[in-house]
């Protein structure tokens, strides 16, 4: 076992940001204010300081401060002062000074170093194409991404000059990723590829016509029942949360949402304060394409929000009505993050045979919930925001009741 090193006499006791003080005060405060316990602000603060001390002995302006720096830090040999007892950061310190780089870019001190979420380059044409997709279309940011990253995933294989794309590489290539991924990824995948292409053509930058080019991928639209879980189950998912746990109250309002209203898990990450009219009991909505409709919000739905922002959500700065139940506390931001919820209360409500597992498992429980009580399909289709009646008649075949009132005998029974 090694000693641990002994500090050096000559080595001051105390770290000193210089002229980075108010800046490190501001950060513990910013740390704060987004929910962090005080243990992890003194540890945040901690960094900084360290960070700001050294710059102070290297001689490094803050306004030079960039990735480089970051680095440096990581490398240097501490003697810095304090009463740490390695010479060496770990990479967990390094991370906490970076936030507070970060930080200081924010506030225009040095140059931003965050790291970009997807870390490839993006494709020119790519680019442009997402671009017409928000400006065009009319689709949500998350499919616009969703769009991009499938794109990029193919140019390896297709190119980066689209002037030579030909009708036997697209179908190569579909056909490579048919493969090796699962047919509704593929069938995602060429929806995106084949809006490219015609993109693409529609500026004069590949052959016109090379999208008809994408093979089919055979999946037949509402060939399957929907899948849904009894109402007697949908309470039970929704009794098992814990109200005690603030955690609980967000929970159980996401999942009455979900029930009732049949909320598509972007519904729930987009939702705002201002979506909500108290006074007229009503929920505005923005579906796919940007449709938006007022729903008549269920008093037990409209009671579970109110309990969570009265008594469960954290008092910060953010306009979305659903936030993180752990600091730093912000809007959730993935679809999956709600599928989640879905899938935990399945679990604690005892149901482990559920069809799936995710948000449109209530969507679906919503819409033959309706059905079942006498609903009209017109009247489905209003409240699940579907763009065509064919969608909602998916439900029919649910109604098992009246599907046997208009069920023709088989011919095959019949004697000649």
Same mark, same amino acid.
């Given at each position: 076992?090694?000693?641990? &090193?002994?500090?050096?006499?000559?080595?001051?006791?105390?770290?000193? /940001?210089?002229?980075?003080?108010?800046?490190?005060?501001?950060?513990?405060?910013?740390?704060?204010?987004?929910?962090?316990?005080?243990?992890?602000?003194?540890?945040?603060? !901690? =960094?900084?300081?360290?960070?700001?001390?050294?710059?102070?002995?290297?001689? @490094?302006?803050?306004?030079?401060?960039?990735?480089?720096?970051?680095?440096?830090?990581?490398?240097? !040999? *501490?003697?810095?002062?304090?009463?740490?007892?390695?010479? +060496?950061?770990?990479? +967990?310190?390094?991370?906490?000074?970076?936030?507070?780089?970060?930080?200081?870019?924010?506030?225009? @001190?040095? &140059?931003?170093?965050?790291?970009?979420?997807? #870390?490839?380059?993006?494709? %020119?044409?790519?680019?442009?194409?997402?671009?017409?997709? &928000? %400006? $065009?279309?009319?689709? =949500?940011?998350?499919?616009?991404?969703?769009?991009?990253?499938?794109?990029?995933?193919?140019?390896?294989?297709?190119?980066?000059?689209?002037?030579?794309?030909?009708?036997?590489?697209v179908r190569h290539v579909i056909l490579e990723e048919a493969g090796r991924c699962s047919r509704a990824y593929v069938k995602?995948?060429?929806?995106?590829?084949?809006?490219?292409?015609?993109?693409?053509?529609?500026?004069?930058? *590949?052959?016109?016509?090379?999208?008809?080019?994408?093979?089919?991928?055979?999946?037949?639209?509402?060939?399957?029942?929907?899948?849904?879980?009894?109402?007697?189950?949908?309470?039970?998912? @929704?009794?098992? *949360?814990?109200? #005690?746990?603030?955690?609980? %109250?967000? !929970?159980?309002?996401?999942l009455l949402l979900l029930a009732r209203l049949g909320l598509r898990a972007g519904d729930i990450l987009d939702m705002r304060?201002?979506? @909500?009219?108290?006074?007229?009991?009503?929920?505005?909505?923005?579906? &796919?394409?940007?449709?938006?409709?007022?729903?008549?919000?269920?008093?037990?739905?409209?009671?579970?929000?109110?309990?969570?922002?009265?008594?469960?959500?954290?008092?910060?700065? *953010?306009?979305?009505?659903?936030?993180?139940?752990?600091?730093?506390? +912000?809007?959730?931001?993935?679809?999956?993050?709600?599928?989640?919820?879905?899938?935990?209360?399945?679990?604690?409500?005892?149901?482990?045979?559920?069809?799936?597992?995710? #948000?449109?498992?209530?969507?679906?429980?919503?819409?033959?919930?309706?059905?079942?009580?006498?609903?009209?399909?017109?009247?489905?289709?209003?409240?699940?925001? $579907?763009?065509?009646?064919?969608?909602?008649?998916?439900?029919?075949?649910?109604?098992?009741?009246?599907?046997?009132?208009?069920?023709?005998?088989? /011919?095959?029974?019949?004697?000649?």
């Amino acid at each position: 076992m090694t000693n641990p &090193k002994v500090i050096s006499p000559t080595r001051p006791r105390c770290m000193d /940001p210089g002229a980075l003080s108010a800046l490190v005060e501001a950060f513990a405060d910013d740390l704060t204010a987004l929910g962090h316990t005080r243990l992890t602000v003194l540890f945040y603060a !901690d =960094s900084a300081r360290h960070f700001a001390a050294w710059l102070g002995q290297t001689g @490094i302006a803050p306004v030079g401060i960039d990735g480089g720096t970051i680095g440096e830090f990581a490398r240097h !040999d *501490c003697c810095c002062g304090g009463s740490r007892q390695s010479e +060496r950061l770990s990479h +967990r310190y390094v991370n906490r000074a970076r936030r507070f780089v970060c930080f200081l870019a924010e506030r225009g @001190i040095g &140059k931003p170093v965050a790291v970009p979420k997807a #870390a490839v380059s993006i494709d %020119v044409h790519v680019a442009e194409f997402q671009e017409w997709l &928000k %400006v $065009h279309r009319g689709i =949500s940011e998350r499919t616009i991404d969703r769009h991009g990253r499938m794109v990029l995933r193919l140019l390896p294989a297709l190119g980066t000059d689209p002037g030579t794309y030909d009708a036997r590489l697209v179908r190569h290539v579909i056909l490579e990723e048919a493969g090796r991924c699962s047919r509704a990824y593929v069938k995602t995948m060429t929806m995106a590829l084949r809006g490219y292409l015609r993109f693409l053509a529609a500026r004069g930058l *590949c052959r016109p016509g090379l999208d008809h080019a994408i093979p089919t991928i055979p999946q037949w639209r509402l060939s399957a029942l929907p899948r849904y879980i009894t109402s007697a189950e949908v309470e039970r998912v @929704i009794a098992s *949360c814990d109200v #005690a746990r603030p955690q609980g %109250v967000r !929970d159980r309002a996401i999942l009455l949402l979900l029930a009732r209203l049949g909320l598509r898990a972007g519904d729930i990450l987009d939702m705002r304060f201002d979506d @909500i009219d108290w006074r007229e009991g009503a929920l505005s909505v923005r579906g &796919k394409a940007r449709r938006e409709i007022r729903l008549p919000l269920p008093q037990d739905a409209g009671d579970a929000i109110l309990d969570y922002l009265q008594d469960a959500r954290p008092q910060v700065a *953010c306009d979305r009505v659903f936030l993180r139940s752990v600091a730093p506390y +912000r809007a959730l931001s993935r679809s999956s993050t709600v599928s989640s919820v879905v899938r935990h209360a399945l679990e604690r409500a005892g149901i482990n045979d559920a069809p799936s597992q995710g #948000a449109h498992l209530l969507r679906h429980s919503a819409a033959t919930s309706m059905l079942r009580s006498g609903a009209t399909l017109d009247t489905i289709g209003t409240i699940l925001r $579907h763009r065509s009646l064919d969608t909602t008649a998916h439900y029919a075949k649910v109604d098992i009741v009246m599907l046997q009132q208009v069920a023709q005998p088989w /011919p095959g029974g019949v004697s000649c």
